[in-house]
T-cell receptor
Framework: GAVVSQHPSWVICKSGTSVKIECRSL??????MFWYRQFPKQSLMLMAT?????????EQGVEKDKFLINHASLTLSTLTVTSAHPEDSSFYIC?????????????FGPGTRLTVT | AQKITQTQPGMFVQEKEAVTLDCTYD???????LFWYKQPSSGEMIFLIY??????QNATEGRYSLNFQKARKSANLVISASQLGDSAMYFC?????????????FGQGTRLTINP
C-alpha cells in the first residue's frame, strides 16, 4: 500500500514552454503533498507544501508564479513549470503524507526528470 | 544554519562488512523525528528507518539500525552485512515544524559504494 505515482517520468521541453507534472496517491487519500527539486549530485530541496483545497505554501526563494501548484483532490496534486528555462532542468519529486500513519511518514513518487532545451 | 549535516560525501565498503553513515542535526524543538532514506540511481526515495526524539530505544529495521545519541545530536545509520544492492545515495532527514506546518529537511547525502 501507500503508492505514489508521478507522470511523466521524464520530459524534454523547449525553453519558454510550460510543463505540467502530476503526482497521484494511488491507494490512499493525502491531505498534504510536497514538491521537491533535486539538482544533480545535490540533496532534495522542498519547494512547496500543497494542501487539498487551499493555496500551496512556497518555500523562501521559490517563485510561486513560475511553479504553479494545484491540489484539486485528495489524490492529485500538479506542478506546472511555466515559461521553463534551461536552469529549471532538474529532478522533481513529490511526496504524499498519510495522516494517521507512522509519525509524519511521507511516501515519495518516483520523480520526474525535466530537461529544458 | 545547516540543520542536518552529513559529513561523508562518499563511502567505499567491502561487501559483507558493516558500514556506519554519519548524521548530526540541530534543533531546539524537544519533539522531532529523524529519518533515513535510500536513493538508488533510479531516483526513487526509499524509506529505511525512523527514530522519534522520545523513543527510548534505537530503531531497527532488518539490516538497518539507527545509533541515536540524543545528547550529541547524532543519528547515524548502521547497515550490517552490506550487499552490492546497498550501493546508493543515503539521506538523513529531520521532521521539523515550521510556520505551523511539518516538513522534512534533508542532509547533503552520502554516496555509498559496496565493492565486491
Amino acid at each position: 500500500g501507500a503508492v505514489v505515482s508521478q507522470h511523466p517520468s521524464w520530459v524534454i521541453c523547449k525553453s519558454g514552454t510550460s510543463v505540467k507534472i502530476e503526482c497521484r496517491s494511488l491507494d490512499f487519500q493525502a491531505t498534504t503533498m510536497f514538491w521537491y527539486r533535486q539538482f544533480p549530485k545535490q540533496s532534495l530541496m522542498l519547494m512547496a507544501t500543497s494542501n487539498e483545497g487551499s493555496k500551496a505554501t512556497y518555500e523562501q526563494g521559490v517563485e510561486k508564479d513560475k511553479f504553479l501548484i494545484n491540489h484539486a483532490s485528495l489524490t492529485l496534486s500538479t506542478l506546472t513549470v511555466t515559461s521553463a528555462h534551461p536552469e529549471d532542468s532538474s529532478f522533481y519529486i513529490c511526496s504524499a503524507y498519510l495522516a494517521g500513519g507512522r509519525v509524519f511518514e511521507q511516501y515519495f513518487g518516483p520523480g520526474t526528470r525535466l530537461t529544458v532545451t | 544554519a545547516q540543520k542536518i549535516t552529513q559529513t561523508q560525501p562518499g563511502m567505499f565498503v567491502q561487501e559483507k562488512e558493516a558500514v556506519t553513515l554519519d548524521c548530526t542535526y540541530d534543533t531546539s524543538d524537544p519533539s522531532y523525528g529523524l529519518f533515513w532514506y535510500k536513493q538508488p540511481s533510479s531516483g526513487e526515495m526509499i524509506f529505511l528507518i525512523y527514530q522519534g526524539s522520545y523513543d527510548q530505544q534505537n530503531a531497527t529495521e532488518g539490516r538497518y539500525s539507527l545509533n541515536f545519541q540524543k545528547a550529541r545530536k547524532s543519528a547515524n545509520l548502521v547497515i550490517s552485512a552490506s550487499q552490492l544492492g546497498d550501493s546508493a545515495m543515503y539521506f538523513c532527514a529531520m521532521r521539523e515544524l515550521s510556520q505551523g506546518a511539518q516538513k522534512l529537511v534533508f542532509g547533503q547525502g552520502t554516496r555509498l559504494t559496496i565493492n565486491p
